[in-house]
Nanobody, 121 residues
Framework: QVQLEESGGGLVQTGGSLTLSCAAS????????MAWFRQTPGKGREFVAA????????HYSDDVRGRFSISRDNAKNTVYLQMSSLKPEDTGVYLC??????????????WGQGTQVTVSS
């Protein structure tokens, strides 16, 4: 099974930017869609963004579309989430997920442990 390790979280002011990374080890993430979720006490775990394996088509939640950008480097077995124009409501633990299949369909094969993002007002 693949192991996913997130990094890049931290404390940022409203309007700032952060880039998260998700490094996979153990098994390749080739042939898998990859996604980011975030978990907050109030909303639970919610979808943020996903990217397909072959087409690199990206999917975004309405909350982050236009502000966040997901990308992947298959040679490095790594997925990224560039976040800009951050808002306090973006605060949460961001988790990386490996999807089942090459096209994103909402099904998860593996989860990372998460990285904390805190946006101060």
């Amino acid at each position: 099974q693949v192991q996913l390790e997130e990094s890049g979280g931290g404390l940022v002011q409203t309007g700032g930017s952060l880039t998260l990374s998700c490094a996979a080890s153990g098994r390749t993430i080739k042939n898998s869609a990859m996604a980011w979720f975030r978990q907050t006490p109030g909303k639970g775990r919610e979808f943020v963004a996903a990217i397909n394996w072959v087409s690199l088509r990206a999917h975004y939640s309405d909350d982050v579309r236009g502000r966040f950008s997901i990308s992947r480097d298959n040679a490095k077995n790594t997925v990224y989430l560039q976040m800009s124009s951050l808002k306090p409501e973006d605060t949460g633990v961001y988790l990386c997920a490996q999807g089942l299949g090459g096209d994103w369909a909402g099904r998860i094969a593996a989860w990372g442990q998460g990285t904390q993002v805190t946006v101060s007002s």
